[in-house]
C-alpha cells in the first residue's frame, strides 16, 4: 500500500507541476489553500477526507543553484523544510512565466 501512495502521490504532484509549467495553472489559480485543495481532491482516493497530513510547498526561485539547497529534515517527527542551514515554513509562492519554481508535496501516512 505505501509503494501505491507513493506512485499516486508522485503522479499528482508530476501533473500539477507540469500544468503550471505549461501555463494551464497560473499563480491565480493555486493561491492561498487553492493548490492543496487541488493536490487534496486527486489524493482523497488512498487517504482520509480532507488529507490530514497533506503538506505542501511551492515556490519560486532566483537561481537553480538557490533551488539545489532546498531541502527538508524530520524534527520530532515533523517535517521541517531548510533552505541551506536555515529553516522555512510551507507556503505557495510561485513565480511568474519563466521563472525557476519548486513544487514539493508531502503526506504524513
Known amino acids: 500500500i505505501s509503494f501505491a501512495g507513493q506512485e499516486v502521490m508522485a503522479n499528482i504532484t508530476d501533473d ?3 500544468k503550471l509549467r ?6 491565480a489559480d ?3 489553500t487553492k493548490l492543496q485543495d487541488m493536490i487534496c481532491a486527486k489524493l482523497e482516493i488512498i487517504v482520509a ?3 490530514p497530513g497533506l503538506s ?7 537561481t ?10 524530520i524534527v520530532n517527527n515533523q517535517i521541517v523544510l531548510t533552505q541551506g542551514a536555515n529553516s522555512t515554513a510551507f507556503g505557495v ?3 511568474l512565466a519563466e521563472t525557476k ?3 514539493r508535496v508531502f503526506y504524513k501516512w
Do not use: H, W
Request: net charge positive.
Open 16 to 18: 500539477i507541476a507540469r
Open 22 to 27: 505549461t501555463g494551464q495553472l497560473r499563480p
Open 30 to 32: 493555486v493561491s492561498g
Open 49 to 51: 477526507n480532507k488529507c
Open 56 to 62: 505542501v510547498d511551492l515556490r519560486e526561485y532566483a
Open 64 to 73: 537553480f543553484a538557490d533551488a539545489a539547497t532546498a531541502s527538508y529534515k
Open 93 to 95: 509562492s510561485p513565480g
Open 101 to 103: 519554481n519548486m513544487l
